[in-house]
């Protein structure tokens, strides 16, 4: 542990299992005060009793009223707010010619709407210390698409724009706004809809595996995921914002500049700055897999 996030309070969404949870505990880890929401009040409550001095709050992100609870109980316990990662999130697979407008609704009402909310009502708790961090979690499906999930790929794209938007709105109140865009994770979120790629794509039972080996090595791991976040969350990233950034293995890779002064090389990635080092193996996310 090197406090890299020392007296700061965060909030993560989602976190009572998968990316949520790994951020929740890297932030702890780095000395944050951690906040575990997640609609399972069982799982938020199993994963906050694991992170020494978390507390978990049940909150359904797609709910105002819930969201604007969680902002106020995580202040009134704490008495400050310094990093908001919205990072619940829910998938289905389903071709576009066969998805209702109540589950495209669905989708989108926690993957947007619930981001939406809980960055607004995150705001003006971040302003009070004067600024903070805010690290959305977008995808690779966001910048490709992806079949099946039309939805969720429309989402998360909406999620990297929204973050933009808050970088340049924000950016003189001393708040940061970064998005990271995983490729595919080890998580149930993706391997529980496994086989429904594969029958899409048509490919035998454990193609899928081989394509996400073809594409990006491996599947990520959520600790990786994790690690960008505190990354983000940190002053390592001051010179961070409005970037777009992905944890993903790929060789080789073109150099690209990022916006924000942030400039990729190879298959790692550095920060123009005194005393900034990101994770390795952070690349620019306009690759296309």
């Not at 009134?76 to 990662?85: A, D, K, P, R």
């Not at 998580?187 to 193609?207: I, K, M, P, W, Y």
């Not at 080996?213 to 990354?231: D, H, L, N, S």
């Amino acid at each position: 542990m090197t406090d890299l996030l020392k007296n700061k309070v965060a909030i993560v969404t989602g976190a009572g299992a998968g990316i949520g949870a790994a951020i929740a505990r890297s932030f702890a880890d780095e000395g944050a005060r951690v906040v575990v929401s997640d609609i399972d009040a069982a799982a938020a409550e199993e994963v906050a009793a694991s992170i020494d001095g978390a507390i978990a709050i049940t909150a359904d992100v797609a709910d105002e009223t819930q969201v604007e609870n969680l902002v106020a109980r995580t202040v009134s316990t704490f008495g400050q707010l310094n990093v908001v990662v919205p990072n619940a999130g829910i998938a289905t697979t389903t071709p576009l010619t066969e998805t209702s407008f109540a589950d495209w609704r669905k989708v989108m009402s926690v993957n947007l709407d619930g981001v939406f909310l809980t960055i607004r009502h995150a705001l003006p708790e971040l302003l009070k210390p004067g600024g903070g961090s805010i690290v959305t979690i977008s995808s690779i499906s966001g910048t490709t698409g992806s079949p099946l999930i039309g939805s969720y790929a429309a989402a998360k794209a909406a999620v990297r724009s929204l973050t933009q938007t808050l970088s340049a709105e924000l950016r003189f109140h001393g708040i940061r706004a970064n998005a990271l865009l995983p490729g595919f994770i080890d998580t149930n979120l993706v391997t529980s809809h496994q086989r429904d790629f594969e029958e899409a794509l048509g490919l035998e039972f454990g193609g899928f595996d081989d394509l996400v080996v073809a594409k990006q090595t491996r599947y990520g791991r959520p600790e990786e995921i994790a690690a960008a976040a505190v990354f983000f969350a940190s002053d390592q990233s001051a010179r961070c914002n409005g970037s777009t950034w992905c944890s993903t293995e790929v060789s080789p890779v073109r150099c690209s500049k990022l916006s924000s002064g942030v400039e990729s090389t190879g298959g790692s990635s550095r920060v123009q700055g005194p005393g900034t080092r990101p994770p390795e193996r952070f690349v620019d996310c306009r690759l296309r897999l």
